[in-house]
């Protein structure tokens, strides 16, 4: 699958004028017991966790645990989701391809 980057206007940390930064994003599915909703992903190879308004995860019916960390609360039993994909990033292009590995259970066998 691959998937162009998104363009956005932020502004530079040093002047404030504004800049364009390019976001490796994919659009997902989140599916819960009451319902499903669209959204927009930031893919971030640094990031510990997995995280979203809670609001969402509410919605849908997902249940949430508290963490024991700084405030946030975790939801699904999963604190990641890369380790499902081979990710492999085109700075040069904008683009991000992820291919689904054998860790996806959809796709082959669960750790």
Do not use: Q, W
Not at 19 to 29: A, G, H, K, S
Not at 58 to 73: F, Q
């Amino acid at each position: 699958m691959r998937f162009d980057y998104t363009a956005i206007i932020s502004s530079a940390p040093d002047t404030g004028e504004p800049v364009v930064i390019f976001r490796p994003e994919v659009r997902l599915v989140v599916r819960g017991p009451n319902g499903s909703g669209d959204f927009v992903a930031l893919v971030d190879t640094g990031a510990d966790n997995t995280i979203m308004p809670d609001t969402i995860a509410r919605d849908l019916g997902i249940p949430l645990v508290a963490g024991k960390g700084p405030m946030a609360k975790a939801f699904g039993g999963h604190e990641g989701c890369l380790e499902y994909f081979t990710a492999t990033f085109f700075g040069e292009e904008c683009v991000l391809d992820l291919e689904p590995n054998g860790y996806l259970p959809e796709f082959g066998s669960a750790r």
